[in-house]
Each structure stands twice: as structure tokens, then as C-alpha cells.
T-cell receptor, first 113, second 110 residues
Framework: DAEITQSPRHKITETGRQVTLACHQTWNHNNMFWYRQDLGHGLRLIHYSYGVQDTNKGEVSDGYSVSRSNTEDLPLTLESAASSQTSVYFC????????????FGPGTRLTVT | EDQVTQSPEALRLQEGESSSLNCSYTVSGLRGLFWYRQDPGKGPEFLFTLYSAGEEKEKERLKATLTKKESFLHITAPKPEDSATYLCAVRTSGNTPLVFGKGTRLSVIA
């Protein structure tokens, strides 16, 4: 069955370190998204991609970067982790066109100490 | 600016006590409204898409409806396993990502 996976599921890192969160989908979807979810804020869009070599900034992109070298993967990098980036991160994917339902991964809980 | 507001923030129901969750939106050109269910510690799970006013979708004890300004998620005779956070999101004109509301946390007590 097609699926979307994230790794690691839990990560503890120190302030200032570079961290990369992986997202891999086997739906063959063109669109991929990264969100963070915090109490009181709901899901907030970080970056998204509509295809290979395409990346776009979302609502809360400062301090994060992504690159899309193939259809299946959209890794999220925190260039220099900050305590404000402690959160739960979700990756999602969707087809293009009218079928815009997004399918979410299980999430990565990141703690920056 | 596109906005999605969900109410109430939290809802506590007795098993079998039917109710509705609200999702109101202010967008320029709605191209779809989406409902998701999220269990603690998991990613959101897609439930329904509604495209035009008057449209309804059903799944087990859940029924979603859409008007020009809001959507309702009706829960009929809920069970404890319906406890979750319910999120709604909208897609607007242009090739823009979904805009999510903050969710309604539903608790169904046996």
C-alpha cells in the first residue's frame, strides 16, 4: 500500500545544530508540504513543493529550508536549531488538479534544548 | 486574507448525544473545503471534501454540509471512539495550499 513516512519520529537536539527531518511518500504525488503544529496555533505551513526542483515558502519559513530532487522525498532542514522550533512536524502530500486532499505522515516530535 | 475559524474550541458530549461542529470561512473564491480527524500523537486523517454550497457527505456517524459561508460537521449518536480533534481546511482560487482552522477537540464520554 502507498504511504507517507517520516523519520525520525522523535528527535532531541541542541540549540545551534543543523537538523534534517525526512519525509518519503510512495503515492507518486506531485505536491508535498511541511507543517508544524503547536498548541494554540494549529497547523502552520512551513514550505511546500509542487514538483521536482520546485519549492515555495509558507507562513512560517524563517529558519527552515527544503529541496526537492525527486518525486518521493522532501527533506526539511533546520539550519541552526532554536528553542522556538520545538514542535511537532508533519509532512503531507497530494495529487495536483482537483484531487487536492492532503495525506499526512505520522509526525516528528522535535525538541531543541 | 483568507481565514478559517472553527468553533467551539472544545466540546464534551455524552455517548449518544448528537451535536455539530462549525467551520466558518472568509476566502476569495472557494475551491474546496476539507474535513480531517486527528487522534492524539498522529497525523490528520482525511474525511471529506465539499466543493459547492448545498453539498453533503456522510461517513458512518458523521455528516458534513456546506453553505456559502460555513460548513458543519454533524455527529449523530457519537461513541467514545469518535473522540478526536476535527480540523477543517479550505482551498481557494489559484494554486495555493490549504488554509487550516485550529480545530475542535471533541470528547465523547461513555
Amino acid at each position: 500500500d502507498a504511504e507517507i513516512t517520516q523519520s525520525p519520529r522523535h528527535k532531541i537536539t541542541e540549540t545551534g545544530r543543523q537538523v534534517t527531518l525526512a519525509c518519503h511518500q510512495t503515492w507518486n504525488h506531485n505536491n508535498m508540504f511541511w507543517y508544524r503544529q503547536d498548541l494554540g496555533h494549529g497547523l502552520r505551513l512551513i514550505h511546500y513543493s509542487y514538483g521536482v526542483q520546485d519549492t515555495n515558502k509558507g507562513e512560517v519559513s524563517d529558519g527552515y529550508s527544503v529541496s526537492r530532487s525527486n518525486t518521493e522525498d522532501l527533506p526539511l532542514t533546520l539550519e541552526s536549531a532554536a528553542s522556538s522550533q520545538t514542535s511537532v512536524y508533519f509532512c503531507a502530500s497530494s495529487e495536483g488538479g482537483k484531487a487536492y486532499e492532503q495525506y499526512f505522515g505520522p509526525g516528528t516530535r522535535l525538541t531543541v534544548t | 486574507e483568507d481565514q478559517v475559524t472553527q468553533s467551539p474550541e472544545a466540546l464534551r458530549l455524552q455517548e449518544g448525544e448528537s451535536s455539530s461542529l462549525n467551520c466558518s470561512y472568509t476566502v476569495s473564491g472557494l475551491r474546496g473545503l476539507f474535513w480531517y480527524r486527528q487522534d492524539p500523537g498522529k497525523g490528520p486523517e482525511f474525511l471529506f471534501t465539499l466543493y459547492s454550497a448545498g453539498e453533503e457527505k456522510e461517513k458512518e456517524r458523521l455528516k458534513a454540509t456546506l453553505t456559502k459561508k460555513e460548513s458543519f460537521l454533524h455527529i449523530t449518536a457519537p461513541k467514545p471512539e469518535d473522540s478526536a480533534t476535527y480540523l477543517c481546511a479550505v482551498r481557494t482560487s489559484g494554486n495555493t495550499p490549504l488554509v487550516f482552522g485550529k480545530g475542535t477537540r471533541l470528547s465523547v464520554i461513555a
